[in-house]
């Protein structure tokens, strides 16, 4: 294997190597808390475990796009910046305006 060669492998088993790393570090943020429950951002059938309305059981009991009463968690700090069709994304429930 000549010089170039073997920088390039070099080079390419480092980047693998950092993008497993960043996927671990990404997963032990998860698992440390760095989640928030966002409301009104997830599609039908697509909320996290609780919705705020009553006969609402838990994962994938949602009924409507983007309602206001069912959470998606989310990277912490991004809640508020998801753009809906209805607005954004909130850190409490709300009853949407249809």
Same mark, same amino acid.
């Given at each position: 294997m000549n010089r170039t060669s073997s920088l390039a492998l070099a080079g390419s088993v480092a980047a693998a190597i950092a993008l497993l790393s960043g996927a671990a570090n990404a997963a032990d943020m998860n698992s440390m808390g760095e989640m928030e429950k966002c409301y009104g951002? !997830?599609? %039908?059938?697509?909320n996290d475990c609780k919705a705020a309305y009553p006969g609402a059981t838990c994962a994938g !009991?949602? %009924?409507i796009?983007?309602?206001g009463q069912s959470f998606k968690e989310v990277p912490k700090g991004t809640c508020t910046a998801m753009k809906t069709p209805h607005g954004m994304g909130s850190l409490?429930?709300?009853t949407n305006k249809m």
């Open positions: 951002v !997830s599609l %039908k059938g697509h !009991s949602q %009924k796009d983007y309602d409490t429930p709300f």
